[in-house]
């Protein structure tokens, strides 16, 4: 959006508001972009360790604890954040002032602990950057129909901010954390990992769904859907206000904006991953629902599927879940073993998603066939495959993660010079 006066979203982890030192560097920081003349406003979650901390108390008081008084207890940690950053920039002559998800207001559904984003009133926010104030909102909360707290789940701050970037209209929500941009891979595991400068919406979403940590996955839906240019960068790292001229960290934007579009954008891995195989099940019509409908009524969300067909009229169902929801699944398949039929059940939690993601791959052959054969040249086996449109992923044994995914960055031409 164009207009005389740039207007940004400034958000702030958790590690860059760890403590008072830090959270005076983050306001260092806005004065910097409002020095420069742009409108702000600022996102933060809470203090590194501080929303365990809080879920831990309601978990030891009670496992089964009131969802609406969770939310109630967690969303303190934002608020906390949001008053002492307006301090801090009070204190060094900037105008600020805290506000509470209620107070914008940001509306949700009531589904406390992972409430989705119904609305947002940017108006109030909009007059005050207007005046030349900088609101300080605290992240992860907004308000249900009944005007209780609820917060948005884990990383619900980032949510919080593309959501109010794209109410009051900026021209790019700047996501500050402990890392410098989004890489090629993991650095940790591949040092010749390189920085992107630009990443599209939909490869983004895809490397977010399958691992990849610096982006939480609902706030890139958003992003795409309401077409808000996202910039991840270090808190970190000293330097002038990033401006459209310089741009220190890694766009997620349109695919109009990249020029160059490479053929894969990068190598995500996820070890949150358990695989379950159904064996010797009747091969009749239905029986996909059969397993299925009772993992769906139980709230497990199911990954990659294959279906194999065996001897004497049977067949064998193996499909991917998350870690934290094996007990879940395990105990719903036992429980409709007498529908189903199946003869065994089979898990393994020892195993790890690797997946390849480009949009390059929607106009090139040969993307899933490469995969393939690097990991054959290996002796890594692949236990499940599933495919969309600019992703590729293989299910192998975890100790086989980290060769797997140098060996692939090398292999796709990804390993910086």
């Not at 605290?138 to 901010?161: H, P």
């Amino acid at each position: 959006m164009s207009r005389h006066t740039p207007r940004i979203v400034m958000k702030f982890g958790g590690t860059s508001v760890a403590d008072l030192d830090r959270i005076r560097a983050v306001a260092e920081k806005v004065r910097k972009q409002v020095e420069a003349g742009c409108e702000v406003a600022v996102v933060v979650s809470a203090m590194s360790g501080v929303t365990n901390q809080l879920v831990g108390y309601c978990q030891s008081l009670s496992p089964l604890h009131d969802a609406r008084e969770y939310d109630a207890v967690v969303a303190t940690g934002e608020q906390v954040t949001s008053g002492l950053l307006a301090i801090a920039l009070q204190t060094i002559g900037v105008e600020a002032r805290s506000w509470l998800g209620w107070q914008i207001p940001l509306r949700t559904d009531a589904a406390h602990g992972k409430a989705r984003i119904g609305s947002i009133d940017g108006e109030a926010l909009v007059e005050r950057m207007q005046a030349g104030q900088v609101p300080i909102i605290a992240g992860f909360q907004g308000v249900a129909a009944d005007g209780r707290i609820t917060t948005l789940g884990r990383g619900g701050s980032d949510t919080s901010a593309v959501a109010i970037a794209a109410a009051i209209g900026a021209d790019r929500c700047d996501i500050y954390t402990d890392v410098d941009g989004i890489y090629t891979t993991d650095p940790r595991i591949v040092a010749r990992a390189r920085k992107l400068d630009k990443i599209t919406y939909e490869e983004m979403l895809e490397l977010a769904s399958v691992g990849a940590k610096v982006l939480q996955t609902r706030s890139v839906e958003l992003a795409m859907k309401e077409r808000v240019r996202v910039q991840v960068l270090s808190s970190f790292v000293d330097g002038p206000a990033p401006s459209e001229g310089n741009l220190p960290g890694s766009l997620v934007v349109d695919e109009d904006e990249i020029v160059e579009k490479e053929l894969v954008a990068g190598i995500a891995y996820s070890r949150d991953e358990a695989k379950l195989s159904v064996r010797r099940i009747p091969d009749r019509p239905g029986i996909a629902a059969a397993i299925f409908g009772p993992l769906t009524a139980a709230n497990v969300n199911v990954d990659m599927i294959v279906q194999s067909t065996g001897a004497d009229g049977l067949t064998n169902m193996t499909f991917t879940t998350s870690r934290t929801d094996l007990a879940r699944a395990i105990q719903s398949l036992e429980a409709s073993r007498d529908v189903i039929q199946y003869g065994e059940l089979v898990t393994d939690d020892d195993v790890v998603k690797i997946s390849v993601v480009g949009i390059g791959m929607r106009s090139h052959a040969g993307v899933a066939n490469l995969m393939f054969r690097t990991l054959s040249d290996r002796n890594i086996n692949i236990q499940v495959i599933s495919t969309s449109e600019i992703k590729v992923s293989v299910l192998i044994a975890a100790e086989y993660a980290e060769l797997a995914v140098r060996a692939l960055h090398t292999a796709y031409g990804l390993d910086a010079a």
